[in-house]
């Protein structure tokens, strides 16, 4: 893996206007190939995804973006905390994206069904049991980033950070409801790997999360790609 490279704008809207600028382009250096693009959660890309939506609509060749998530809530997809909500008002309802493009976290039976089902559609959309870092199953895995430095559903003193070999796991501690997570093995599997962080709340968790301490979810990650750092200048104050 390269040296990460930084990216440090004003403030969220003008990061949101960067960061659609370079995803863009990303696409479209694609080879001939679906696009794997892995979203995040929470509110902090909400900006992002509308300037996706917005800018992008008939720039983007959508029918050849796939879209999947790095985690979510174990609540209905029509929640309003549902991480593929939050992706749909904001992004893929506004976009010509066919529907089967679009590789939501199933939410029906267990939190272990769910991530058992979910496991099973990464292995057959990616055709082997085991990831081969040369091979990396998406192109770009957008990242946030908490304050308490987890990322995904991947938090501090959960056993699913130990996980080796599953590629998406239930969390049923350390959050107030239960979610399903993709693991270590399966996140950094991405050709380019970005956190997308704002705000002086997150200022520790990225500093601690760039020098690589390891009691910080964040910093334990080793992607087998490239890494971009995304960040407002408030969320760079320490870095």
């Given amino acids: 893996m390269s040296d990460p490279r930084t990216d440090v704008l004003d403030d969220a809207k003008s990061l949101a206007v960067h960061a659609a600028q370079w995803i863009a382009n990303l696409i479209e250096a694609r080879e001939g190939r679906r696009f794997r693009l892995a979203l995040t959660g929470g509110s902090t890309p909400r900006p992002l995804y509308c300037e996706l939506a917005s800018r992008y609509r008939d720039a983007i060749d959508w029918k050849e973006v796939e879209f999947y998530w790095s985690d979510e809530r174990f609540v209905p997809h029509d929640s309003p905390a549902s991480n593929f909500q939050l992706a749909q008002e904001t992004l893929l309802q506004h976009i010509p994206v066919p529907p089967e493009n679009i590789h939501a976290i199933p939410v029906e039976g267990s939190p272990a069904d769910a991530a058992h089902a979910y496991e099973d559609i990464l292995k057959r959309i990616y055709g082997a049991q085991k ?29 699913v950070l130990d996980e080796k070999s599953r590629w998406a796991a239930e969390v049923l501690q350390g959050k107030p409801e239960f979610r399903i997570t993709l693991t270590y093995p399966c996140v950094q599997s991405s050709r380019m790997t970005a956190f997308y962080v704002t705000g002086q709340d997150k200022a520790e968790a990225v500093r601690g999360a760039r020098a690589h301490d390891p009691k910080l979810p964040a910093g334990r990650l080793q992607p087998d790609g490239g890494l971009v750092w995304l960040l407002d200048r408030a969320a760079a104050t320490l870095s």
């Fill in 131 to 159: 990831l081969d870092p040369a091979r990396p199953f998406f192109d770009l895995s957008i990242l946030g980033l908490g304050p308490d430095g987890h990322i995904c559903s991947l938090v501090p003193g959960s056993p």
